[in-house]
């Protein structure tokens, strides 16, 4: 490893194992990393998968990889993205048909997937 590498963190997300989320059903995740208090996942929904409406605390990334879902009514699909803000609600998210997107959010408030970051 060269000087410069010292304070990256390198991950082949192929070498990570799909997790099942301990909040809802048909869920999974991979936890890619985190850093300053920032923390980064794949999560792959299931045909018919649902997350229960829940309060963004603090600013929430995501971007569509593959699939879609349904977001209080909006239909992303891949390459779509959203940014919610922190004091924003989702009252649906949803994918019927199954979907893989990039999450990115703040460690100061719950992992919405899967409560495992380590």
Known sequence: MSDTDRDFIFICHADLPWTPSKFTQGVE??????????????VRFQPGASFPAHLHADVEFLFMLEGEVLQNGHKLHAGCS???????????????SGC???????????????????
């Open 29 to 42: 995740v991979k936890n890619l990393g985190k850093a300053n208090d920032r923390a980064m996942q794949l």
């Open 82 to 96: 959203t940014v919610a803000p922190a004091g924003t609600y989702d009252t649906e998210f949803i994918s019927p």
């Open 100 to 118: 893989t997107f990039l999450l990115i959010y703040a460690l100061s408030t719950s992992d919405r997937f899967n409560a495992q970051t380590s």
